[in-house]
């Protein structure tokens, strides 16, 4: 496979355009070059020709027109300026493949002298790409680094990809310029550079997720003081707020991964430092300047901790809030059960109440329809005002008070026996699969069931008195 066809191969993710964007760090701070990017390095190459023993360190700002972690990313730069820029540093096209990560990503490699495989490295590259946050602002997308630091050619070469150029010149870059001093002694620097400019990006979405629940706790503050009912006043919707704290929530669980990346990038740095001391053909830097280094680190960490114990207590209160809501929400639910129930109970009073006087007036009902009736004929006799009767009338007078009577006392008799009947207790579900002839075994079932008929026996007797009670 020859050189073109394996670099192709790394570079299939990415897409090029027929012209660059870019800034140039330079004499005079940083500079848009754009298409003139290689130019302008090389002519200030061959204007520091002179002092070949100097440390020669290049910082260029790249533009990604499209940041498509699923797909092709586009680069606003051109093909063959970027491989001049990777060939300058020593880095392998390889790290460029895995650059773009939606979860972050940081890796370092290093490479020994190709004439004397037995010694130590001369040469290394660093990649690095933060995580990508939901709902990320333009001015705010991920951020992309390669550096490569090579003791062959004394020199090292910072390459920065930004979706956004002009907000990168006014943030990282001014933060690389105020550095630059330190940065040229010791180039990994710029490592702790880049983690403040994540630091940057967490703190910002971290305001956004507070201001956020903020809103949410005000919300939560005049829906807790307000009397209003949940399913009948839409302004003070429990859902809603529900709704809205597990949002909050959701945002401080990228957050929470965000932070994790950067203590993770923290620490990638320490260890990166610690292994370059080791490297005896690296150029060095000095014990104070590490220390300054150290410094700056320790610094980043202690705030990441911080923002994730803040983090935790906004959780930890957006999920007492959510618990609150539901509480209340089950509240009402029980509230509307109960109304629903009592409506119940009501109708069934009524209908009760029809029933009993149905029952009560149909026996007089029977008597009277068959007395009424054509069907038979009775001998009748005569009474004052010219009216003619069944000169038994009063036999059916009397079977309708037995009746009646008959019937009544059936009733009243079935309320007594209900009230004064002792409560019902549920028999143990005998259903148990396959069969053990083990005494302890038995034994202790029937323990079990022993000790269920006392715990239930007192529960049935209050449930009892109190639908008594409420008759």
Known sequence: MSQDQSNEQYLTTIGFEQSTKASWYGKNGWQRVDND?????????RLESRREHDFRFDMVLLEAKEINFNGRTHLNVQRSHFL???????ISISSVGTLFHRDGWHSLTVDNSPHVPKKPPTS??????????????????????????SAQTNSALCIIITSNLKEANNNIAGALQSNYLLIRTCPLHVLNIFCGELDRFNEAY????????????????????????????????????????????????NLDYALDFELSALRFTRDTMAAYQ??????????TESKVIQEKNNDLQTVARLRQSRRQGVE????LYVEILNSFTAQN????????????????????????????????????????????????????????VWKYWWAFLLVAIVLTIAVSGQLFYQEIQGIF??????????????????DDDNNNSEQGRTLIRGALGPIERRSYRAEEMSY
Request: aromatic share 8%; with cysteine.
């Open 333 to 388: 639910d029980t509230r509307l059960n109960l109304d629903i129930a009592e409506n119940t109970r009501k109708d069934s009073i009524s209908l009760r109440n029809i029933a009993i006087v149905t029952v009560v007036f149909l026996p007089i009902t029977v008597v009277s329809t068959i007395s009424g009736s054509n069907a038979l004929d009775f001998e009748k006799q005569k009474i004052r005002g010219g009216v003619s």
């Open 206 to 253: 971290w305001v956004n997720r507070h201001r956020s629940f903020q809103s949410c706790e005000k919300k939560m503050d005049i829906f807790c003081y307000a009397r209003h009912k949940v399913y009948t006043d839409p302004r003070h919707s429990a859902f809603s707020s529900v709704h809205a704290f597990n949002m909050v929530r959701r945002g401080l669980v």
């Open 37 to 45: 990017l290689v130019n302008d390095i090389r002519r200030n190459d």
């Open 84 to 90: 001049w820029l990777l060939e300058r540093a020593s």
């Open 316 to 319: 930890k209160r957006a999920a």
């Open 278 to 287: 080791d490297m005896q053909y690296m150029p060095q830097f000095s014990q």
């Open 124 to 149: 290394l590259y660093i990649s690095m790409q933060t995580p990508s946050l939901e709902a990320e602002s333009p001015t705010m997308g991920p951020l992309s680094l390669l550096l490569g630091i």
């Open 421 to 438: 009947a002792p409560p019902r207790r549920p028999r143990p579900n005998d259903t148990e699969q396959g069969s053990d002839n083990n």
